[in-house]
């Protein structure tokens, strides 16, 4: 069945490291998208990529690093330089030329220990 | 980004029929989308409008007046199930499909 992977579900990190949260789709889906989303708030867009090798900053880029190396696969890096970066990690992936929304994985939730 | 504005949290109760109200800002807009999250999950789609008017889909339906920046969700026939936060998107302008999400609003629905 084709659908979208995020690993791991949990994560803990220590302060000043970097951590890098996967995302796999299997959708044949153009475009790929990282939000982050806190407690009692709605999704916040971090980077998105609608082709391989490019990508473009969201709302909250600063702090967070992508790469789109494949179609398939879309990392997101949080960095040290990230000062607050508990929280629930959603990527997301979507047919370019389709309205009927994203396809979500099921997240990640970071917390910084 | 856009501002898009949905109340907080309603109350509802079972059997009944609720609408959840989204404001967005006009300027740009290319289409809305409405999801539903329960807490701890990924968000599921539900509908998406792009021509003013309503469009239904079983119990749930999503009307559009892109003149007025507003649009509503309606659920019928409250079921437990549906206790959830519904979160109202639109596209950003010029940004391909990236989707601009309000901050959700949280429907608890009663016995």
């Known amino acids: 069945d084709g659908g979208i992977t995020q690993s791991p579900k949990y994560l803990f990190r220590k302060e000043g490291q970097n951590v890098t949260l996967s995302c796999e789709q299997n959708?044949?889906?153009?475009?790929m998208y990282w939000y982050r989303q806190d407690p009692g708030q709605g999704l916040r867009l971090i980077y998105y990529s609608q082709i391989v090798n490019d990508f473009q900053k969201g709302d909250i880029a600063e702090g967070y690093s992508v790469s789109r190396e494949k179609k398939e696969s879309f990392p997101l890096t949080v960095t040290s330089a990230q000062k607050n970066p508990t929280a629930f990690y959603l990527c997301a992936s979507s047919m370019f030329d389709r309205d009927y929304g994203y396809t979500f994985g099921s997240g990640t939730r970071l917390t910084v220990v | 980004g856009q501002n898009i504005d949905q109340p907080t949290e309603m109350t509802a109760t079972e059997g009944a029929i609720v609408q959840i109200n989204c404001t967005y800002q006009t300027s740009g807009f290319n289409g809305l989308f409405w999801y539903q999250q329960h807490a701890g999950e990924a968000p599921t789609f539900l509908s998406y409008?792009?021509?003013?008017g309503l469009e239904e889909k079983g119990r749930f339906s999503s009307f559009l007046s892109r003149s007025k920046g507003y649009s509503y969700l309606l659920l019928k026939e409250l079921q437990m199930k549906d206790s959830a936060s519904y979160l109202c998107?639109?596209?950003?302008?010029?940004?391909?499909?990236?989707?601009?999400f309000g901050k959700g609003t949280s429907l608890l629905v009663t016995p």
């Open positions: 409008n792009v021509l003013d």
């Open positions: 959708l044949n889906h153009d475009a």
């Open positions: 998107a639109v596209k950003y302008p010029n940004s391909g499909y990236a989707l601009n």
